[in-house]
């Protein structure tokens, strides 16, 4: 399924917050990697869960019933979307980085003084901290290294996986530079297989822009956030059938045992969890095939293609600016649509209020994502200047960043 610049015209009406102005003109939501504006069907469903749906779970009466099977039926939608055939394996928690501390809490529990876990320079912070606290408990955290064409280098990966590695954790797209880290998770499961140690993927970025298929990618753990894919603030974990059972996670003994509720400590967000239903329905219904799961990858696969479209465009537009230069990946592999650059005698700071002005919003630092700036140089300039493309941007928003940058870079 291809979706075409009048898909996106059609879109941007299922996105009340788009009609905002700021000076007069629209504003350009350029900030979609810190996350995206939310369509009215996933509102609407949000505030009828609060109208008619409320109450805890598990209570013996219809109201509490409701909200159990909306919550199973976000479970099941989530499945889809994440490439699982097993409801079971996907749990729900405030966001990506509490459920990582989460799973390092009970990871650590796992692992002997001497075990070795890897990270790499090109992730956020998010799937670094809560690695790097494990030397307290005598664990060996090893890095692998970025190149400065914003790639990983492979074969430093390769050389951080030991015999002694339990756990290798990577991101499967850069939030901060747009890589796309396909080839490392296969070198990073087809490694950390060969000596029984687990694959912790981050796709908070990447399921903003494809389809995740967790079977495919082998991972024994795989995590994201509905805030970045046009949902609420709610954090999804995949975790491969029968793992998490086996570890020691923080639980109240008034707690279920299995999974996937063992790793979801207090009540939930409800209504945002229903949100997230209904944001998954939304994306699919862009896509065509008989199941909801067929639905994701062709609305997701379309999407793609036309976000990629319009970063080159940006991209090729941007080479042609003297003074301004993309940190990061081209565009000839897989790319993710997010582009950061800099500009010759002009802070990323500066430059993304001058645009602010301009209703343009362009983030400006490291994102969380410190490292791999603090790896390309980039940390004392005050890091990038990044635009994120998303489903609802036009090539009209692209031209006014353009101009932009243009009128920054030449003064
Ligand atoms: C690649 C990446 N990983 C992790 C995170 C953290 O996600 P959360 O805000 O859900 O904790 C982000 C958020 O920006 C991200 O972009």
């Not at 509490?64 to 909306?70: A, I, K, N």
């Amino acid at each position: 399924m291809t979706f075409t610049a009048a898909d996106c015209e059609r879109c941007r009406r299922d996105f009340p917050s788009l009609a905002r102005t700021f000076n007069g003109r629209p504003i350009a939501y350029l900030d979609g990697p810190a996350g995206t504006q939310v369509p009215e069907p996933v509102i609407e469903a949000m505030s009828d869960y609060y109208r008619t749906a409320n109450a805890n779970t598990h209570g013996e009466f219809p109201v509490s019933r409701d909200t159990d099977r909306l919550l199973h039926e976000t479970r099941v939608a989530a499945a889809a979307f994440l490439g699982s055939p097993d409801w079971r394996s996907v749990s729900f928690g405030q966001n990506m980085t509490t459920l990582t501390y989460s799973l390092s809490y009970a990871v650590a529990r796992a692992l002997e003084p001497g075990d070795e876990v890897v990270i790499t320079q090109i992730d956020h912070e998010a799937n670094r901290g809560p690695w790097l606290n494990l030397p307290e408990r005598g664990i060996v955290v090893r890095e692998a290294a970025l190149r400065p064409d914003g790639r990983l280098d492979l074969d430093d990966l390769a050389r951080q996986i030991t015999k002694r590695t339990r756990l290798v954790a990577l991101n499967l797209a850069s939030n901060a530079l747009g890589t796309v880290n396909l080839e490392a998770a296969a070198l990073a499961r087809r490694l950390s297989k060969e000596v029984g140690a687990w694959l912790f993927l981050d796709a908070v970025h990447y399921a903003a822009h494809f389809p995740v298929d967790v079977v495919a990618l082998d991972a024994d753990f795989l995590l994201c956030s509905a805030y970045k894919f046009y949902g609420p603030h709610v954090g999804l974990l995949y975790t491969r059938p029968g793992l998490l059972e086996a570890l020691r996670v923080d639980r109240l003994r008034t707690q279920e045992e299995e999974a996937p509720w063992r790793i979801e400590t207090g009540t939930l967000n409800h209504a945002a969890l229903v949100g997230v239903k209904a944001t998954i329905e939304y994306l699919a219904s862009w896509g065509t095939g008989a199941t909801l799961r067929e639905r994701i990858v062709s609305a997701m696969e379309g999407i793609a293609g036309y976000e990629h479209g319009l970063g080159v465009y940006y991209y090729e537009n941007m080479g042609r600016i003297p003074g301004a230069a993309v940190q990061g990946p081209d565009f000839s592999g897989v790319r993710a649509p997010t582009v950061s650059i800099t500009i010759e005698g002009v802070r990323p700071i500066d430059a993304a209020r001058a645009l602010g002005e301009r209703g343009v919003q362009v983030w400006d630092g490291h994102f969380y994502a410190l490292r791999p700036i603090e790896a390309l140089g980039l940390a004392e300039r005050g890091g990038v200047l990044r635009a994120g493309i998303v489903m609802y941007n036009t090539r009209e928003e692209i031209d006014r960043l353009l101009e932009g940058v243009e009128a920054l870079a030449s003064q």
